[in-house]
């Protein structure tokens, strides 16, 4: 903290300093110190102003490139489906046959304790993700 305050003191003048700065300003100014004053302001609202543009600018590139990544996720998600049908049209038996194992095939049990837990959690106001809604599997504590 010591440190810090001391880095300070070089940055933020004393009153004794800022009574020099003000004699120096009008040694060197003279009658143009008010002028001198308004064109420093000015510089430094113009100032503030284009970092606030910078600012915004910045956030709307970050935008755009969240644009981007979501037209390449749905250009990869087109081009997979293309694919698959094109697959589809060159061999329809082993089409109609992944198919056929997808309806079949049977999920696990941990597969459907996750879907019921996110469908209760989707339905159920104010439950808390942390804490699940269907019980453990094992035994009960007594």
Known sequence: MVC????????????????????????LFGRRLPEVGR?????????????????????????VAELRNTVRDVQDTVSSTVEAHRRAIKDPGQALMDLTNESLSVPSISDIKHDIQESLLDTAPGVDEGVSPIPSEGPEPS
């Open 39 to 63: 064109a420093v302001g000015k510089t430094v609202i113009q100032l503030r102003q284009g970092l606030g543009k910078l600012k915004e600018e910045m956030a709307i590139d970050e935008e």
């Open 4 to 27: 810090l305050a001391t880095n300070l003191g070089f940055i933020f003048p004393s009153g004794q300093e800022m009574f020099v700065l003000l004699a120096v300003g009008i040694m």
